[in-house]
Nanobody, 126 residues
Framework: VQLQASGGGLVQAGGSLRLSCAAS????????MGWFRQGPGKEREFVAA????????DYADSVKGRFTISRDNAENTVYLQMNSLKPEDTAVYYC????????????????????WGQGTQVTVSS
């Protein structure tokens, strides 16, 4: 599966953005999808993940209550709605597909994901 993220931009603190990740390929609905981010000088970190059928969702503690991940398997797209943005949310955001179809675990390491998109820059000004 190939992925392309979009929707990033510059926003003031407290604002909102909605990221989209469009997938090509026939097996999108078989994969747990994740959003990760990498801030300046930082390692890539987990943000959110949604199971292949949308039945289970996990978030990093830092974004719980502010971000919402969703997917539309008919449109081969996964979304990340980001509200109440903070300057520390500034990063390049990437979507990726888990390397194992129908992954049912709750451990999300970047090394377990593949098919990374090119990333989309999110900048939050204070």
């Amino acid at each position: 599966v190939q992925l392309q993220a979009s929707g990033g931009g510059l926003v003031q603190a407290g604002g909102s953005l909605r990221l989209s990740c469009a997938a090509s390929g026939r097996k999108f609905s078989s994969y747990t999808m994740g959003w990760f981010r990498q801030g300046p000088g930082k390692e890539r970190e987990f943000v959110a993940a949604i199971k292949w059928n949308g039945g289970s969702i996990d978030y990093a503690d830092s974004v719980k209550g502010r971000f919402t991940i969703s997917r539309d398997n008919a449109e081969n797209t996964v979304y990340l709605q980001m509200n109440s943005l903070k300057p520390e949310d500034t990063a390049v955001y990437y979507c990726a597909a888990h390397r194992v179809t129908y992954y049912g675990g709750t451990y999300y390491s970047p090394s377990d994901f593949r098919s990374w998109g090119q990333g989309t820059q999110v900048t939050v000004s204070s």
